[in-house]
Nanobody
Framework: QVQLVESGGGLVQAGGSLRLSCSVSGTIFSILTMGWYRQAPGKQRDLVAA???????NYADSVKGRFTISRDSAKNTVYLQMNSLKFEDTAVYYC?????????WGKGTLVTVSS
């Protein structure tokens, strides 16, 4: 059973930084394409950043230059470093993997950016 557990959310002032972590279990981490999504109140869940097993990355335009996704295969963990946070980054952030036809999601971690 694949499990994703996020951590690292919290309250931060605009301009500040946070690092989110997603611990993965139950599968072969190194081959996975992992993603971070976010969902603000009343809005759809959108992709923020993704990283492939070969460490290729892509980012939403709104976070390019501010967020960095990375992975540590020894720890089965994917990270999202978020710098220069803005009020509009406030959302619940979810870790995601698509494996064998199934979408797996973590329970999410709340990031609140105060203006």
């Amino acid at each position: 059973q694949v499990q994703l557990v996020e951590s690292g959310g919290g309250l931060v002032q605009a301009g500040g930084s946070l690092r989110l972590s997603c611990s993965v279990s139950g599968t072969i981490f190194s081959i996975l394409t992992m993603g971070w999504y976010r969902q603000a109140p009343g809005k759809q869940r959108d992709l923020v950043a993704a990283i492939t097993g070969g460490d290729s990355t892509n980012y939403a335009d709104s976070v390019k230059g501010r967020f960095t996704i990375s992975r540590d295969s020894a720890k089965n963990t994917v990270y999202l470093q978020m710098n220069s946070l803005k009020f509009e980054d406030t959302a619940v952030y979810y870790c995601h993997v698509y494996l064998s036809g199934i979408h797996y999601w973590g329970k999410g971690t709340l990031v609140t950016v105060s203006s």
